[in-house]
């Protein structure tokens, strides 16, 4: 039984992570009695608003009394309906029924599918423990089909498939069964599992349902059986569950196999958890060379942009009765140590280490936030504006949420009144503050801007469109403490400080369909000064190959110079040999734009005359003595980097093929150093991008430069979001206070470079947040901002290493001012690749 204790004062919740039995974990979640909201059951479509996804409750016969999709279901099984918990549960059953309509329904599901995920993400397909993923379904349309999931599921959001074998029209209602996960382990990392020969019998003691991916003998990324709330028995090769193999219950490793004196297993937590207690259940039967482990090491981290904790704990293991061989759970003390990742090394005993289920026993402080209102009276006058903008954004603005989490598991404990009364307390007193909040809300103008509503936010001053020098992010991991659970918000500057150049959303395309820099407005308005003046060149020595892209008055074109030996005004150092053409990009204005167009091309041609770095895309001369108005720049011979990634597979990944073009992994650090060393260069004049993804990096035979025409290209329209007819903005790879407030600065740049080198090591296979509609994108940018945990991030690409990816999700931190400085990732990244020689 799990022990809850509420503290009136910190909301403290002490918990016993150890992971329910499914046997005592089967309270309805809330689909038939409502508790579940019609706002989190979605589906991939309906048959008409009366089978929508809200009408697929189990025994309810609302509207025409199921969820049915749009068309007929196929074998394949590509609609769905899904439920979002919005938290971490524990399921141990689903139930299933059709639609039986007061007995005009005739749909019903035969079988199914489920996928799962717990972060929105990262879907996982759920298998039995014979990897069969095709559950059993209804035969009629009224009966309740209960299936018992084994393994049980730890995830947030569920989705059902209906499956049919043959073209055929579905409906369906369904009920989840579970818990509340209060563990927040949402992943380990340990060595594959090992098979150990006994005479005549191999004994399988893999971790057969781990949910992660497995890669050059780790499993990482998941959960399994050492955590299912399956404790294996004195003798391993005997197992609890019918028709599986010898050594089912337990994952084992051989020392000799492993390489190693230890097993190291990584436990990465929701959010920081104050630790008390491990418990490990171990196999001890040493007849077979099977022993408890020695000593147990254990290093901390606090967060994941924190240093691990020095030294680590040492635990020995006590070894009385160890000649008893029968298994046994292991309490090993934690000292209260503060973490959200635990890295724990087991030290063999013997042979071999067998270990079944390890659970924690730790502290959680959840805090109930309120977002702090400096100026009401702001408020007031902004927050129409807000809704205007982002519709989708009122309803959680509207009302405020209390963080219990959704329906927690009944507890027979006597503190349970107490605990609801508490929180009843609370919610009366909430609901008070939201009539209030409300009543004042109906008076709001609609006459100004987001940065307005919001005059302070992640350490940003909202009247500026870039962050100076002197305000650099600090370095990665850098001195600066794991952020709170609730950063302290910034006062506003006084009128008096100067403006720099407002980087406005509807001014991110150029003339030309490219993407423009913004700059610091002494910059902006003299942006070439300390650049030499650019050479004229003549028009004849471009020759036409395609369109590359079009703006609203300028196009983009490929062109070739054919001798630029011959040009002795270009000072630019081409490496092309004699007689071989140079391959140039041409921007173009057309003659008939507009005045303000035509002075926004020219202030263009000095700002990116100013940009001289070997990784970004140099403006070599310009066409401006007569109409039209051209700016030539360099262009490289491979195209961009998502075309020239995308047509390539990782070198590990190919096998024996050799008619498929491979890049290593090596590669493609050398070219994610090379962006960051851009970067740096332009955060080091304050020039922000604004537009950073692989569409927008060039490469050659030996280097990748940064480019801005990748928004011209038709290519990738679908990249882009349209608002309003006005601009289009590269969503999924923008801070969400640039989608919030329109603010671009180096510290989105960061962000953007995160999303950039997730793209690289997907090998550009697929547009971040791909399951993910461009609204919920921008609604996800709105759980950023109320940082209550429901933010969604990118999940770790297959090849991508732990170390590795917290850089990524460092670029993604809430708050700017912790993101890594661009100086920073390119030097981790070129030590990355120097190791790698």
């Not at 004195?234 to 193999?245: A, C, N, P, S, Y």
Request: charged share 20%.
């Amino acid at each position: 039984m799990r022990m809850l204790l509420m503290s009136l004062s910190g909301l403290s919740l002490s918990i016993s992570l150890h992971p329910p039995p499914a046997a005592q974990c089967r309270y309805a979640l809330g689909m038939e009695d409502g508790t579940i909201p019609d706002s989190d059951i979605t589906a991939s479509s309906a048959w008409s608003d009366s089978t929508e996804a809200k009408h697929g409750r189990l025994s309810t016969g609302e509207g025409d009394g199921a969820w049915c999709p749009a068309g007929a279901v196929f074998p394949s099984g590509s609609e769905y309906l899904q439920v979002d918990l919005h938290k971490l549960h524990f399921l141990a059953l689903v139930g299933t029924q059709g639609r039986h309509a007061d007995g005009h329904g005739q749909e019903f599901a035969r079988s199914y599918r489920l996928r799962y995920s717990r972060d929105g993400v990262k879907w996982i397909t759920w298998k039995d423990r014979w990897s069969q993923d095709v559950v059993s379904g209804n035969k009629n349309t009224y009966d309740i089909v209960l299936k018992d999931l084994g393994p049980p599921i730890v995830a947030r959001m569920v989705r059902f498939y209906p499956l049919a074998d043959r073209v055929m029209s579905v409906c369906l209602r369904v009920e989840l069964y579970g818990c509340l996960w209060n563990d927040g382990l949402k992943a380990y990392t340990a060595p594959v599992g090992h098979v150990m020969q006994l005479p005549g019998m191999p004994v399988y003691l893999n971790d057969s349902t781990y949910d992660g991916s497995t890669e050059q003998g780790m499993q990482f990324g998941g959960l399994g059986q050492l955590c299912d709330g399956v404790l294996g028995g004195d003798d391993f090769i005997q197992t609890k569950e019918l028709r599986v193999w010898p050594g089912y219950d337990y994952l084992g490793w051989s020392r000799e196999a492993l390489g190693q004196g230890s097993v190291d297993i990584e436990f990465d937590f929701e959010k920081p958890r104050v630790f008390h207690n491990m418990q490990v259940h171990s196999n001890n039967r040493h007849t077979q060379g099977v022993r408890v482990f020695s000593k147990v090491e254990c290093l901390f981290k606090p967060g994941i942009l924190q240093p691990w904790s020095s030294p680590a704990l040492t635990l020995p293991v006590p070894l009385e009765d160890l000649k008893d061989p029968s298994s046994r759970p292991i309490s090993l003390p934690l000292g209260g140590r503060l973490a959200q990742i635990l890295l724990c090394k087991f030290y063999f005993a013997d042979r071999w280490l067998l270990i079944s289920e390890i659970s924690f026993i730790s502290d959680c402080t959840n805090h109930i936030r309120l977002i702090h209102i400096c100026n009401f009276q702001a408020i007031e006058h902004k927050y129409n504006n807000l809704i205007l903008y982002f519709p989708s954004l009122w309803p959680e603005f509207a009302s405020v949420t209390l963080k219990t989490g959704l329906p927690v598991a009944k507890d027979d404990s006597s503190n349970t009144a107490i605990l609801i009364g508490c929180l009843v307390g609370i919610i009366l007193l909430l609901l008070a503050v939201i009539a209030r909040l409300r009543s004042l809300f109906l008076n709001l103008s609609v006459s100004s801007t987001l940065s307005d509503l919001f005059p302070s936010a992640c350490g940003l001053d909202m009247e500026k469109g870039f962050h100076p020098a002197q305000e650099e992010p600090p370095p990665y991991p850098g001195s600066p403490p794991y952020p709170s659970v609730s950063p302290p918000v910034s006062p506003p500057l006084p009128p008096s400080v100067p403006h720099y150049a407002e980087a406005d959303i509807v001014s991110l395309q150029g003339v030309s369909g490219n993407n423009t820099y913004a700059v610091p407005a002494l910059a902006s308005s003299s942006p070439g000064a300390d650049a030499a003046p650019l050479p004229e060149l003549p028009r004849q020595c471009l020759i036409f190959k395609e369109k590359l892209g079009e703006g609203q008055f300028g196009e983009v074109h490929l062109c070739e110079i054919e001798n630029p030996q011959d040009l002795p005004n270009l000072e630019f150092p081409f490496n092309v040999r004699k007689g071989r053409p140079l391959l140039v990009a041409v921007k173009i204005l057309r003659p008939d734009a507009s005045k303000n167009a035509r002075n926004d091309f020219l202030k263009e041609v000095k700002i990116l005359s100013r940009l001289k770095d070997p990784n970004i895309i140099r403006l070599l001369g310009v066409c401006v003595s007569s109409d039209p108005l051209c700016m030539v720049t360099e262009y490289m011979e491979c195209g961009d980097l998502n075309q020239y990634l995308s047509h390539r597979v990782l070198l590990d990944k190919t096998g024996p093929s050799h008619n498929i073009s491979t890049i290593s992994y090596p590669a493609l650090i050398s070219m994610a150093s090379q962006i960051a060393s851009g970067m740096k260069f332009l955060a080091s004049l304050n020039f922000v991008h604004r537009d950073l993804a692989t569409r927008n990096c060039l490469v050659g035979e030996r280097h990748i430069k940064i480019a801005d025409f990748g928004m011209s290209r038709n290519l990738y329209a679908g990249d882009y979001y349209r608002i309003q007819g006005r601009a289009v903005l590269p969503i999924r790879w923008m801070a969400w206070e640039c989608i919030l407030m329109g603010k671009f600065t180096t510290a989105s740049d960061v962000w953007a470079f995160g999303v950039t080198l997730w793209e690289m090591l997907s090998v550009c296979q697929e547009q971040p947040y791909s399951n993910l509609t461009d609204e919920q994108v921008i609604d996800n940018a709105g759980e950023f901002f109320r940082d209550q945990g429901r933010q969604v991030y990118l999940s770790r690409p297959a090849v991508c290493p732990q170390g590795l990816y917290e850089l990524m999700l460092s670029c993604w931190n809430r708050d700017c001012k912790l993101r890594p400085s661009f100086a920073y990732i390119h030097s981790f990244l070129t030590e990355d690749a120097m190791n790698m020689v």
